[in-house]
């Protein structure tokens, strides 16, 4: 989902720790390490990296523009291969069916079958190409916070592990409880009471 969508999820984190100056060529060098490949001639199911907001099918991160006043602006893009089962299993028994009359056998071995089934995925990966999905994000990085648009579970988990990988700095997922605990206003009685509160179970 992108941030110019007529309609976005977003979901919001914090940014733990700092990066070393100078800023812009630290994050420069860290998307250009982490850009995303390409895996359509490739036996790969799964890719995940960065990518630029401007251009995301041809990132190029050595002349993209890729901060706007004090907030960095990039995607992430996840390409997927899924292979349909039918398909999977149409080829897999035409090879068996030339296997056997090859070998002039009447059955294949189940560890045979399961090596078979394996070299029939792998050719299939290498013919279709991977599905791209790209979600945009935005980084104040003076403020310490992160825009990421997606509520997507997949989406999020691939973003705050590359985004770990990638900076070197964790990122704190922000809801009710998580945004109170790290509002610079709660005294220290109120923080107290928020520690103790405890979820409430609504079915008996």
Partial sequence: MGLLSSSVSITQYRVEGRLPDP??????????????????????E??????TFEDPFTPDFESAAIVIDTTFLFSLRIDK?????????????????????????DFLSRSEKKLLKEQVVNVLSTRIPATPNTYDL????????????????????????LFTQSFNLSLIRL?????AEYDPELTATE??????????????
């Fill in 23 to 44: 800023v812009m060529s630290t994050v420069r060098e860290a998307l250009k390490k982490n850009t995303i490949g390409e895996i359509d001639d490739d036996t790969c």
């Fill in 46 to 51: 799964q890719m995940v990296g960065w990518t």
């Fill in 81 to 105: 291969k899924s292979i349909p089962t039918k398909v999977v299993q149409k080829h897999f028994n035409q090879e068996m069916t030339r296997r056997l009359a090859d070998s002039q056998r």
């Fill in 138 to 161: 935005a980084w104040d990085y003076e403020d310490g916070r992160l825009w990421f648009f997606s509520n997507l579970k997949s989406a999020n988990e691939a973003l705050e592990t």
């Fill in 175 to 179: 809801f009710p409880y998580t945004a």
């Fill in 191 to 204: 923080r107290d009471n928020l520690n103790q509160l405890q979820p409430t179970l609504f079915v008996e």
